[in-house]
């Protein structure tokens, strides 16, 4: 038979029909023979077999294949037909390598009159590949991340409307490095300058170039930048243009530029300002200027600064009898071209000769005359007006008492000026003595419990002492850092009622006695500055508790219980007795603790013996001995 076509998307199955009994052995060539392989999956025998093609595709030749019956009663002649080899390309696609935004072109080969579709995968469409399309490959690279981005896709060859071999397309690429934007660098002449470049983009480097030399950089170079400038008498500004590359798979990329300056400056330090200062007071001096930095020299220690030192200055101004002055010359470095000098003078010291305490009855006056050094001015403040002494002034402290209810303690303070320098406060005490005789004695301080209404006794120990014209009076008040301000009753004896009307249950009260100057009004002036007040006891009131029997047994059945329903107020736990009685005889008796307020006893006739009674006789029942946590009713 003549030539069959084979094409790729056929089973690759060839077969003589009718021909299982001739026991077939196959055969494969290429006639000519210039290149390819031909082979079978499966044995070569039979009335089927199947061809493989090799890794090498058949190019400029046919394929001949021939079937051979191997039973002695067929004819042994073969059987053979010519098969084109299936459409492929040469050479087959390179792996690319190339940079983001660069154009990249496939331009597929192979034997005449081939056609080729293509498509891409999703890698292939991530670095900017169409989804599919025929002939050439054109198109513009992506890489939108900081690594290389692998894509691709198949390309298949047909011829006529047969389907050949298929490939792979493959691309790698590159991304575009960027770079951080550099700072721009002002240094003195002579300090070192440092630029470090950095990128997202793993593994790049840096080439640079420099259009002034005369910052002391070559014209170009690669990589951080790290050199000592000159000293240059002005100015010197450079502009570096930084240019970022990424090299991988041997294909170097590279990035947008960047530029910035480096600036030496000539070395130069402003004019400080003279200073006046007070001894004691903190100096500090800071020096501005273009240079890195600053050294000084003082010409005079005295003053509390060292002789020589680096940066800027900061001391505590000396203590010295005379003002000294001293002149510091300021040197910028590293590179010195000028110096400035100014100075520093030190004021003399004010001072205050230490004042004796003063301790005086109320009444007398106070005289401290203050002294310190020439020229010197005091100024003072007193932490406690109530001995009679403003609470600031100037010079010497000359007052007089006033008679007070209590000690009364003032801390002085004392602060020389002298011009516009303060020395060191001094303080000392004025203490103004309340030289009373009045004492209102001693009461018993042990607490007092009162339950309900009564009077109540506190007890004085009677060892009072009164001046002229005293008296002595006892008060009840509620607030014990207000007595005075809180009192509910005043009285000339040692005994208080309580009473609901006027004061409050489950409440606290306080006594004292007074004793002070007598008024006409029968009572004591509590504005007498010799006013004694000593306090005595606390006394709690509380309520009495209440028992009621809210169901009082009417009447008991000897064949019958009834239920008696006790109401309590008050604290608990309560205790009471409950009995039943026939006249003065007691038939039974319990006692109860309890904390609810409300209770239920079931009294029962079992529960004692009644003794006959003609016609029945009355049963008594009755409550006693009750109390709560704090009252009982006896009290």
Known sequence: MGPLQYCTNDSNIYTIPNSAAANLVWTASIVPPLGGVVGFLGPPAGETIRLSWGSTPVTGSMIHLCATPTNPCYDPTPVCMD?????????????????????????????????????????????????????????????????????????????????????????????????????????????????????????????????????????????????????????????????????????????????????????????????????????????????????????????????????????????????????????????????????????????????????????????????????????????????????????????PTPNVSATQTATITITPVRGACTGEPVTFQITVERCCATDAGTLDTATIGVCGPKMVAVKHLGNQNLEPNDTIRYILYTNPANPLGSLIQYSDSLFFPFLPDTMHFDSVYYAAVIAGNHLPNDSIDVADPCLSLVRGPKIVWWKKPVIAVNSPPDAVCRDGCVEVLFDLEGQPPFEFTWQVSQGTQVLMARQVTTTEKQLVVLVCPQDFDVPPVPNGGLLGFMVSNFGDKVCWCGE
Request: aromatic share 8%.
């Open 83 to 399: 098969i084109i080899p299936p459409p492929h390309l040469y050479p087959v696609p390179p792996y690319l390598t190339v940079c983001a935004d660069d154009e990249v072109v496939f331009e597929w080969q192979g034997p005449p009159d081939q056609h080729y579709t293509w498509y891409s995968y999703p890698s292939g469409m991530a670095i900017g590949a169409p989804q599919q399309g025929s002939g050439n490959l054109v198109f513009t690279a992506q890489n939108p991340t900081n690594m290389p981005l692998p894509g691709g896709g198949l390309i298949t060859t047909w011829l006529g409307g047969c389907r050949g071999i298929s490939y792979n397309w493959t691309v790698l690429v590159n991304p575009k490095p960027s770079m951080n934007q550099p700072d721009n660098i002002a240094v003195c002449g002579g300090s070192p300058v440092s630029a470090t470049f950095s990128s997202a983009t793993p593994t790049t480097t840096f080439t640079w170039t420099n259009d002034n030399p005369a910052i002391g950089l070559p014209p170009s170079g690669t990589g951080n930048i790290n050199y000592v400038s000159p000293k240059v008498p002005g100015p010197q500004t450079a502009t570096i243009t930084v240019t970022p590359q990424y090299t991988s798979n041997g294909i170097t990329c590279t990035g947008d530029p960047v530029t910035f300056t480096i600036t030496l400056n000539g070395s130069s330090v402003d004019d400080p300002p003279d200073i006046t200062v007070c001894p004691g007071a903190p100096v500090s001096v800071a020096f501005s200027g273009n240079a890195a930095a600053y050294s000084w020299a003082n010409s005079n220690t005295t003053i509390g600064l060292d002789a020589a030192g680096s940066g800027d200055i900061a001391f505590t101004a000396a203590d010295n009898p005379l003002p000294p002055t001293a002149i510091v010359t300021v040197t910028p470095q590293p590179c010195p071209f000028a110096s400035q000098s100014f100075s520093i003078t030190v004021q003399p010291k004010a001072q205050v000769n230490q004042p004796d305490d003063v301790s005086v009855c109320g009444g007398q006056p106070v005289v401290v005359l203050l002294s310190g050094s020439s020229g010197t001015t005091f100024n003072w403040t007193n932490s406690n007006t109530a001995i009679g002494l403003p609470a600031a002034g100037a010079g010497n402290i000359v007052f």
